[in-house]
Each structure stands twice: as structure tokens, then as C-alpha cells.
């Protein structure tokens, strides 16, 4: 990974291996990476350094905008602490989001079950 390109993981159906997760986290931010996830596909994008680059791929890939929305995550803080819910990609007045952080409880159930099934559930990195 290099600063000029940025490397993103699209993440479907396999959870990412810790060992890539930890090199995604040293990337950018050191102690969190930022992902995006597709609600209704069930896919995330992680890493990179702006929600929108992770956004921008998950579009291209047929997601609609108004299923993706933006989130930190945070190894090593437990499944309580590992996710923050903010974005500026979330910032969606006409879907009822005025604001960075999501707001909707069943949508940040739907994040939260993908980022455990594809990311992890904040254990410590390796």
C-alpha cells in the first residue's frame, strides 16, 4: 500500500484476515480504519483514506447511494466500542439523516451485523 493509491478491500462473503485488517488500520489513521457498507447487499468497502474513495468503489460495483453508508472502526475496543457511526457520506436530509452520524437504530443493526460478520467484532489486532 502506498499513500498515491490507497488500497481498498471489497469484502462480500469472506471476513478479512486479521493480518490485512491491521495493515489497513497502520495505512492511513493507526488506530481505526474507514469502511462503507452496502445495507442491502450486505458488502463493506475498508480502508482508504475518505469514506467517499470506499463509496466511489462500491458504486461502480452496482450498489445504489442510498443503501451505503459510512463508518470507523475501531480494533481492540470490543464489540460496544469498535464502531463509530459518522460520516460525511451520511450526511442524507432527503432519507431523514441530517447529520454525520447515522441515526436510524435498524440501519446501524444492518451495519453493525456486516462489520461483525465481514470485519470483526473489535478484538485486538495481531
Not at 447511494?65 to 457511526?85: F, K, S, V
Not at 454525520?100 to 453493525?112: G, V
Amino acid at each position: 500500500m502506498s499513500e498515491a493509491a490507497p488500497e481498498i478491500v471489497v469484502l462480500d462473503a469472506d471476513p478479512l484476515p486479521p493480518h490485512r485488517l491491521a495493515a489497513l488500520v497502520a495505512a492511513w489513521f493507526e488506530d481505526m480504519v474507514k469502511y462503507v457498507v452496502d445495507v442491502d447487499r450486505g458488502v463493506a468497502a475498508v480502508g482508504g483514506e475518505m469514506h467517499a474513495d470506499a463509496e466511489a468503489l462500491l458504486l461502480d460495483g452496482g450498489s445504489r447511494q442510498t443503501d451505503l453508508w459510512g463508518a470507523n472502526y475501531y480494533p481492540g475496543r470490543g464489540e460496544a466500542e469498535c464502531i463509530e457511526y459518522t460520516s460525511l457520506i451520511n450526511i442524507r436530509p432527503a432519507q431523514g439523516n441530517r447529520s454525520m452520524e447515522l441515526q436510524d437504530e435498524e440501519l446501524r443493526a444492518r451495519l453493525r451485523e456486516i462489520t461483525f460478520r465481514l470485519i470483526g467484532r473489535g478484538e485486538p489486532l495481531p
